[in-house]
Nanobody, 128 residues
Framework: VQLVESGGGLVQAGGSLRLSCATS????????IGWFRQAPGKEREGIAC????????YSADSVKGRFTISNEDDKNTVYLQMNDLKPEDTGVYYC??????????????????????WGRGTQVTVSS
């Protein structure tokens, strides 16, 4: 299983970025993909996840209304569209995969313990 993130960069507050998570080696329509982020000196935060089973999604309150998770099954890729970025969104963004949960909700999507495979991350920096 491999997960490769891309799309990070430097953007001004109020701007947008779209992150991609390219996957290989998984049954894409049967697994769950999540996005996590970690800011310097802070704990890792689960911000969004999507079910390949039924397409349901979860977004954390901190990003709800600004970030959208989506997938393209034929490309085995999950995206995180990030709009209205704020300086507090700065951090390293990781995608992760698991087959060990049953639904997308706060319990699973916010806790990295449930997620088995991780990418190396992509840096997002939002300037004020």
């Amino acid at each position: 299983v491999q997960l490769v993130e891309s799309g990070g960069g430097l953007v001004q507050a109020g701007g947008s970025l779209r992150l991609s998570c390219a996957t290989s080696g998984i049954m894409f329509d049967r697994y769950y993909i999540g996005w996590f982020r970690q800011a310097p000196g802070k704990e890792r935060e689960g911000i969004a996840c999507i079910s390949g089973v039924d397409g349901s999604t979860y977004s954390a309150d901190s990003v709800k209304g600004r970030f959208t998770i989506s997938n393209e099954d034929d490309k085995n890729t999950v995206y995180l569209q990030m709009n209205d970025l704020k300086p507090e969104d700065t951090g390293v963004y990781y995608c992760a995969e698991t087959g060990g949960i049953s639904s997308v909700d706060a319990k699973y999507c916010s806790n990295g313990w449930y997620w088995h495979y991780w990418g190396r991350g992509t840096q997002v920096t939002v300037s004020s």
